[in-house]
């Protein structure tokens, strides 16, 4: 869905982990279609055949635009993600090459490598150094093939003890490695419970930026739920130039087809 803002187009994904849940989730990828979106993205493809999720996208006229690294069983030091636990080298690994093989299936641009929990006995220096060296495999193994790996620090409330500390320690571990593979998930939500300044620090991070995903603060609900100036935040990011997708990741606050009166708000 690309909408015209006072400073530019921009295009928006819908999030089927999160939109449309209504109805089972084979069944939202019509339903985005029809709510007039072209795109969409989701955490975790990996409960289906990478054959079966292509066919489902194919039929409704989708383009898949972002997926995750899978994550760990639930409870599991690596329920939130590998690259960050000393001593899952190879669980991260597999879960890296897993997901590269769904991404060429479904031709998606952008995968999400999950940093996951500092386990509590891991020192910090080791935890981060454990990091670093993961994502430069990881970025070795996505390296011409057309992916971008994406870093995403998820704010402290939501997941205490996340390791990625910060969008600006994604977006120094993406340079260190190798920026034209590796960027900068800038979620809007995430940064904005962190520590705010939203339009600034996205300005000064939009040459690293992978993939941008939305949502309001507080209660995670559509733009214009809560306190984010969507209207300018989305006019910046049109103006930056940043030409990829917007994931719409949020849960909406009574139900996804009426939500969707926030897009006609934000762009007067």
Not at 75 to 97: E, N
Not at 210 to 219: E, L, R, S
Request: proline content about 5%.
């Amino acid at each position: 869905m690309i909408i015209e803002t006072s400073s530019g187009p921009v295009r928006l994904a819908a999030n089927l982990k999160w939109m449309f849940t209504e109805v089972p989730f084979a069944e939202r990828f019509t339903a985005a279609a029809q709510a007039g979106f072209t795109a969409v993205e989701f955490a975790s493809p990996y409960e289906l055949a990478p054959t079966e999720v292509r066919r489902l996208l194919d039929d409704a006229g989708l383009a898949q635009i972002l997926i995750n690294t899978p994550a760990g069983a639930p409870g599991s030091r690596t329920a939130s993600g590998a690259a960050y636990v000393p001593g899952a080298r190879q669980k991260f690994r597999d879960g890296v090459l897993r997901a590269l093989e769904y991404a060429a299936v479904l031709d998606a641009r952008v995968v999400h490598v999950m940093a996951g929990i500092k386990p509590a006995e891991a020192d910090a220096e080791s935890a981060f150094a454990t990091y670093v060296t993961n994502i430069a495999w990881a970025a070795e193994q996505a390296r011409g093939t057309g992916v971008r790996l994406a870093l995403e620090a998820i704010n402290k409330r939501d997941q205490p003890g996340y390791g990625l500390a910060s969008m600006e320690t994604a977006a120094a571990v993406a340079e260190a490695v190798d920026p034209d593979v590796v960027g900068v998930l800038f979620d809007v939500y995430h940064a904005q419970v962190d520590r705010g300044n939203v339009i600034e620090r996205f300005e000064q991070l939009h040459p690293l930026v992978a993939h941008v995903q939305i949502a309001d603060n507080p209660g995670r609900g559509e733009p214009g739920t809560g306190e984010i100036a969507y209207e300018r935040v989305l006019a910046r990011i049109a103006q930056s130039g940043y030409a990829g997708w917007i994931g719409c990741e949020y849960a909406p606050v009574a139900g996804t087809r009426e939500g969707l009166s926030w897009i006609e708000r934000s762009i007067r």
